[in-house]
C-alpha cells in the first residue's frame, strides 16, 4: 500500500497551471479550428463564383426576321404585237368535188370535197387496200376517205377550163369558159355532166385562183 503524501502549495499550483494550459490549447485549438473553417467556407464560395463565371454563355439565338417575305416578282409576259402579222398562205393545186355554187352573194364561193387522184403503183395499191379491182381500169384510182368539205370564195374574171360540152358530151380536148358561163352550166339542165369529173383548183391566200375539169376515160 503506497502511502500519499501532503498535498503542498507549489503541487496545487502544478495542477492549475497544467488545468490552464490544457483549456488554454484547447481554446486556441478551437479558434484555429474555427478560423480553418471560415477560411474553408471562404474558399469554397470563392470556387462557386468562379465556376458560376467560367461557365459558357449559351448561345444566342440567332436574329429572326419577323417581315413577311415577299414572294418573288412574277415576269410578266412580253406584250404581244396588238396587230397579228397575215403570214401568207402558199398555193396549192390539189383534186377537188364540186359539192356545190353559191352564187348570193357579190362573189361566187365554192363547197370542195378533196379527193386523191392516184396512178400507176399507187392506184393499185389503194384499189387492193379497198376491196377493188387491182390495177384498176383506165390505170387511175379515186380515193375519197375523207368527208371533210371547204369553202372558198372564186377570183373574179378568171376562166374555167371544162372537158364537158353544152350538151353534155365529153370534149377530151377541153376548151374555156369565162367563170359566169361555167357557173349557168353548171348550176343549168346539164349540171350533172359538169359535175361528172373533178377539178383541179388552185387554192391561194383561202381564195380560189384556177379551175380545171379532168377528163377521165
Known sequence: MTKKGPVTKTNLWVVVAVVLALAVGALAGWFARSGEVEDL?????????ESATDEPAAPAEPETDTAPVEPPAK????????????????????????????????????EVDYIQ?????????????????????????IVNDNPALREFPVQEGISVLTVVNDDGTSDPAGHTLTLDEWVDRITGPNADAFRSSFYWITVSEATITTIEQQYLP
Open 117 to 141: 387522184f392516184l396512178t400507176g403503183k399507187e392506184a393499185a395499191d389503194a384499189a387492193t387496200a379497198h376491196g377493188d379491182e387491182s390495177p384498176p381500169p383506165n390505170d387511175y384510182y
Open 75 to 110: 415576269e410578266e409576259p412580253a406584250e404581244e404585237d396588238e396587230k397579228l402579222v397575215d403570214v401568207p398562205v402558199a398555193a396549192e393545186r390539189v383534186p377537188a368535188i364540186i359539192t356545190a355554187v353559191d352564187t348570193s352573194g357579190s362573189t361566187v364561193r365554192l
Open 41 to 49: 467556407e471562404d474558399r469554397i464560395a470563392a470556387s462557386e463564383e
